[in-house]
């Protein structure tokens, strides 16, 4: 049985959003598929071959899966990371009349959403791929080894099949020699 053939993988970065993100993929169009995208970034600039050794270490450990940063930032590539992105404070522009109005008392900040539920869906979404990528693997392997075993076996039947062909021209010559017809 052959041992199943590695593409091999190339890492490309993007920024999307508000995260640098890298990718090891065999593929340009791969790579915009992990990404989820469906506009080609490579055409317009937005992505490129990573050239960071960092990251195509991290990118090439986990294939196929977008790893990602905070924009701007030098930490590591994660699947999930918890940091996030510093987003500098736009300063507002106050004409006069908004200057002479005493401000408003800002109301207090919303709590923060409970990102648990997202982190398990996302995780078992993750897992459900990864049982999937598994399971082809294996009915490929699968199916390669009957290929092979349905080639060895009409191997086997052609090379009996003309031993047959030639004991029966030998035993009907044998037989017209004697003295029979037919």
Known sequence: MAAPRKQK?????????????????????????????HQNLFAGGQAA????????????????????RPAGSSGPFQIDPRALPK???AQPKRNEAQAAKPAKPKPPPAPRADRTALTKA???????????KAEVNTLRERQEALDAEKHAAQVGHDLEH????????????????????G
Request: net charge positive.
């Open 122 to 132: 996302e995780a078992a979404l993750r897992a459900l791929d990864a049982r999937r």
């Open 162 to 181: 003309r031993a047959a062909a030639a004991a029966l021209a030998k035993a009907r010559a044998a037989f017209r020699k004697a003295g029979g017809s």
């Open 49 to 68: 071959v990573a050239t960071d050794k960092d990251a195509v270490a991290a990118a090439v450990a986990h294939p196929e899966v977008v790893l990602k």
């Open 87 to 89: 987003v500098p404070a």
């Open 9 to 37: 993988l190339k890492v490309f970065q993007a920024q999307i959003g508000f995260y640098d993100t890298v990718v090891a993929a065999p593929s340009r169009q791969a790579a915009l598929r992990a990404w989820g995208v």
